[in-house]
């Protein structure tokens, strides 16, 4: 199956900074991507949808200026945490798909666990 | 309010017998459903998905079920390994709608005893 990456895996931050999280698709074009954010025991909660070259589709409740997401080319897309607090602590996913069909698999990256000191 | 619903956030099964998750939603629009395994500290990995215009959907020893009258799925592993305990998530979502992106559920947490 298709590879998606992420980086880093996991990081730990003072509070007040910002981090930034990369995730690209290896050996596909992603057309979309998506990122989810996992606390424990718990679902998978998208936060935002973005399409390759335009603005990402934030889910309500997501503030938009401190998850800011940039979705360059067809392989990268960027989540930033900025100025970050404890409450950001979180496992955060991305996702990316080939196509636009509702039927195209999104291949999951490995996550990257945020620590906010 | 939860659209996909499982129920059981775990479940315990021994080395080849076999392992049934449950998922439910509300949403009438779902059309397309998917599942999805995943280990700690790790993203998703696809498993199987089945589209509403079936109702079985078969790939080796993992089995998809769909009753859309009762809007409940499961997936059905048979016969159960050790390396299968993992989290399976379900997820649905409305794809012919234009609704692309899934909604995932809970998920339940599987452990195979040797």
């Known amino acids: 199956g298709a590879v998606v990456s992420q980086h880093p895996s996991w990081v730990i931050c003072k509070s007040g900074t910002s981090v930034k999280i990369e995730c690209r698709s290896l050996?596909?074009?992603?057309?979309?991507m998506f990122w989810y954010r996992q606390f424990p025991k718990q679902s998978l909660m998208l936060m935002a949808t973005s399409n390759e070259g335009s603005k990402a589709t934030y889910e309500q409740g997501v503030e938009k200026d401190k998850f800011l997401i940039n979705h360059a080319s067809l392989t990268l897309s960027t989540l930033t945490v900025t100025s970050a607090h404890p409450e950001d602590s979180s496992f955060y996913i991305c996702?990316?798909?080939?196509?636009?069909?509702?039927?195209?698999?999104?291949?999951f990256g490995p996550g990257t666990r945020l620590t906010v000191l | 309010d939860q659209q996909v619903k499982q129920n059981s956030p775990s479940l315990s099964v021994q080395e080849g017998r076999i392992s049934i998750l449950n998922c439910d939603y509300t949403?009438?629009?779902?059309?397309?459903f998917l599942w999805y395994k995943k280990y700690p500290a790790e993203g998703p990995t696809f498993l199987i998905s089945?589209?509403?215009?079936?109702d079985k959907n078969e790939d080796g020893r993992f089995t998809v079920f769909l009753n859309k009258s009762a809007k409940h799925l499961s997936l059905h592993i048979v016969p159960s390994q050790p390396g299968d305990s993992a989290v399976y998530f379900c997820a649905a979502s409305a794809a012919s709608g234009g609704s692309y992106i899934p909604t995932f559920g809970r998920g339940t947490s599987l452990i195979v005893h040797p």
């Open positions: 949403n009438s629009m779902f059309d397309y």
């Open positions: 089945i589209s509403s215009i079936k």
């Open positions: 996702s990316a798909r080939g196509g636009t069909s509702g039927t195209d698999t999104q291949y």
């Open positions: 050996d596909f074009q992603a057309t979309t």
